[in-house]
């Protein structure tokens, strides 16, 4: 059974930063991608940043890039997402997935197998 657990959401001022933290039990996948998604209220899920097995550059969206940063510990099988100069628009609840995605498929949630149970993180002064 795998299980992951998400921690470090809350509440943080604009221009502030969170750090969140993702770590599975067992071992979900053969050279798994682990990847950060999330959704606003009345919004879609969205792809936030991935980094796969050999932690090459993480993949990020846009609208994060220069301010997030993703990085992984294989020995721990856990995947963060260090959150800077943070925004209103950044408030959402934060998912992390597992999976296999072929690079096509990284920033797609159907692609992922295995997702954790979400932490908030809200913005504001």
């Known amino acids: 059974q795998v299980q992951l657990v998400e921690s470090g959401g809350g509440l943080v001022q604009p221009g502030g930063s969170l750090r969140l933290s993702c770590a599975a039990s067992?071992?979900?996948?053969?050279?798994?991608?682990m990847a950060w998604f999330r959704q606003a209220p009345g919004e879609e899920r969205q792809f936030v940043a991935a980094?796969?097995?050999?932690?090459?550059?993480?993949y990020y969206t846009d609208s994060v890039k220069g301010r997030f940063t993703a990085s992984r510990d294989n020995a721990r099988n856990t995947v963060y997402l260090q959150m800077n100069s943070l925004k209103s628009e950044d408030t959402a609840t934060y998912y992390c997935?597992?999976?296999?995605?072929?690079?096509?498929?990284?920033?797609?949630?159907?692609?992922?197998?295995?997702w954790g149970q979400g932490t908030q993180v809200t913005v504001s002064s």
């Open positions: 997935a597992v999976g296999s995605p072929i690079l096509s498929t990284l920033r797609s949630g159907s692609a992922y197998r295995y």
């Open positions: 067992g071992r979900p996948e053969s050279n798994p991608t």
């Open positions: 980094v796969r097995w050999g932690n090459s550059n993480p």
